[in-house]
């Protein structure tokens, strides 16, 4: 059997489809057609993990009395002719446990029944093939080779088209990226409008309870500021403004004094109360 590093295979069949070059498993003469390989179903799934994007793949099939192991690869064909076959068929028996699984096994004593099953992992943003890019990709296809020999010399082979699945997979993944990013949107939306009307509630609280502080007549407020006499003291002074003024506070109405309007200027004024 051939020996090499081993990569998630599905994962490797979406992150090298860049990769054009001209030939297909389609271009490969079977060297052994006394033996056949049939690959009954396949199904290919994209599920959003937090920051990461997890691919299964999963494929059964049968053999052929005579054959020694299978090997599975997975083929991008684009519009123009090109794909992203490398010559290399991952062979079996492989069964690689963990949190990305590679799973190439006879379901029994021989091959006349096998799966593969493959979980693999990577970041959204290096998923390789883009929505954009599935109008230049003519199939997605499995291929799979029957092996008569241990060395992977006398072989047949077979393959199975399932570019909707794939296709649909892909464009439900990237639909709901965009989806969630509205929902982000939205809620930082809601957030902002929640803060604002806080802060609105907040400050018109504020004035209401501000406003119980101290007195008023009609626009006017009555103000109170410390001042310094001749001979050195502090004494109060009070009086009203219709405007904010930055060196006094608004006051209560001191106890002692009454309210009068200047008759002329229209604006009140405090005035002792004789005892």
């Known amino acids: 059997m051939k020996t090499f590093k081993l990569t998630p295979l599905f994962l490797l ?3 090298i489809s860049y990769l054009t070059l001209g030939y297909s498993p389609a271009d490969e003469n079977p060297t052994d057609k006394s033996i056949w390989v049939a690959i009954d179903n396949a199904t290919f799934n994209i599920e959003e993990k937090g920051n990461l994007a997890k691919l299964t793949v999963e494929a059964h099939g049968r053999a052929s009395s005579g054959v020694h192991h299978c090997g599975i690869a ?8 090109s ?5 290399i068929f991952i062979e079996g028996p492989l ?26 992992y990577t970041e959204k943003e290096k998923l390789g093939i883009t929505k954009s890019e ?19 010399n006398l072989w047949n082979q077979t393959y199975y088209i399932f570019t909707e699945n794939v296709s649909e997979e892909i464009e439900k993944f ?25 802060v609105l509630i907040f400050s018109r609280e504020k004035t209401k309870s501000e406003e119980k502080d101290f ?12 001042i310094a006499t001749k001979s050195g003291k502090k004494r109060k002074i009070y009086f009203f403004s219709n ?7 608004p006051c209560k109405k001191p106890a002692g004094y009454t309210v009068n309007i200047n008759k002329r200027t229209g604006v009140p004024f405090l005035k002792k109360v004789k005892k």
Do not use: C, Q
Request: proline content about 3%; cysteine-free; charged content about 25%.
């Open 95 to 120: 069964n690689i446990p963990g949190e990305e699984p590679l799973i190439l096994m006879p379901e029994g004593n021989n091959w006349s029944k096998w799966k593969y099953y493959n979980i693999a």
């Open 215 to 226: 007195f008023k007549v009609g626009d006017y407020i009555l103000y109170e500021r410390e």
């Open 13 to 15: 069949f979406i992150s």
């Open 174 to 198: 990237y639909e709901e990226e965009k989806k969630d990013y509205s929902i982000f949107i939205y809620i930082a939306i809601i957030f902002s409008i929640i803060l604002v009307i806080a």
């Open 243 to 249: 405007k904010k003024v930055k060196d006094a506070h």
């Open 83 to 87: 794909t992203n076959y490398d010559g």
């Open 134 to 152: 599935l109008s230049n990709i003519s199939s997605f296809e499995i291929w799979a080779r029957a092996y008569s020999d241990e060395e992977g």
């Open 74 to 81: 997975f083929i991008v064909v684009y519009k123009n002719g």
